[in-house]
């Protein structure tokens, strides 16, 4: 069974704090993303990252950032917390090679910065 | 700028009836669109996905309409059940050189089916 797993199901963090989402994917696949989702708005692309080490803007880049040293962990990073990053956090994962590609979410991450 | 436009933002549907929910989009370099479904809790996950060289694609209940000169898709959801509640999302992908992929998706419709 395919899995995208995030380590914190929910996280509350102060104002200014450093602050890390980690994603796990475990079926090989070269690309992987990060979105936020709020009502109304729908999923918003944060970073995306089609191969160890790569890394692409997406959207909503400002304050957030990525790292993905491993092909099956891709992290991202809140340099300095704040209260309009209170969100939903989905990490997802998809093949590159196939024009067919099904997008795999994890359970989400609900951050709420105080 | 939202690049694919969904709408409504919610839905009630009598149980039986039919579910409609409408997306259209810009970029005529998108190749895929699928629908998500979302559950309370739950990540979103794919439910029915079609290229723009099919004008329409049926999975059960489930039916993608696609009219690539508009630019516009639809999900419909046949004799729609309570169990059907969810939100749901249309996206379109965009395939980049060198293999790298991403998907665009809309704002959501919240479907609630009434017994």
């Known amino acids: 069974d395919v899995k995208v797993t995030q380590s914190s199901r929910y996280l509350v963090k102060r104002t200014g704090e450093k602050v890390f989402l980690e994603c796990v994917q475990d079926?090989?696949?070269?690309?992987m993303f990060w979105y936020r989702q709020d009502p109304g708005l729908g999923l918003r692309l944060i970073y995306f990252?089609?191969?160890?080490?790569?890394?692409e803007k997406g959207d909503i880049p400002e304050g957030y950032s990525v790292s993905r040293e491993k092909k099956e962990r891709f992290s991202l990073i809140l340099e300095s917390a704040s209260t309009n990053q209170t969100s939903m956090y989905l990490c997802?994962?998809?093949?590159?090679?196939?024009?067919?590609?099904?997008?795999?979410f994890g359970q989400g991450t609900r951050l709420t910065v105080v | 700028q939202q690049q694919v436009k969904q709408s409504p933002q919610s839905l009630i549907v009598q149980k039986g009836g039919i579910s409609i929910i409408n997306c259209a989009y810009e970029?005529?370099?998108?190749?895929?669109f699928p629908w998500y479904q979302q559950f309370p809790g739950k990540g979103p996950a794919l439910l029915i996905a079609?290229?723009?060289?099919?004008s329409e694609k049926k999975e059960g209940r489930f039916t993608i309409s696609f009219n690539k000169s508009a630019k516009q898709f639809s999900l419909h959801i046949m004799d729609s059940q309570p169990g059907d509640s969810a939100t749901y999302f249309c996206?379109?992908?965009?395939?980049?050189?060198?293999?790298?992929?991403?998907?665009?998706f809309g704002t959501g419709t919240q479907l609630k089916v009434e017994l």
């Open positions: 970029n005529t370099a998108f190749d895929y």
């Open positions: 079926m090989d696949h070269e690309n």
């Open positions: 997802a994962s998809s093949l590159s090679l196939f024009i067919q590609t099904e997008a795999f």
């Open positions: 079609i290229r723009p060289d099919v």
């Open positions: 990252s089609y191969d160890v080490k790569m890394k």
């Open positions: 996206a379109a992908r965009r395939e980049f050189t060198g293999g790298g992929n991403k998907l665009t």
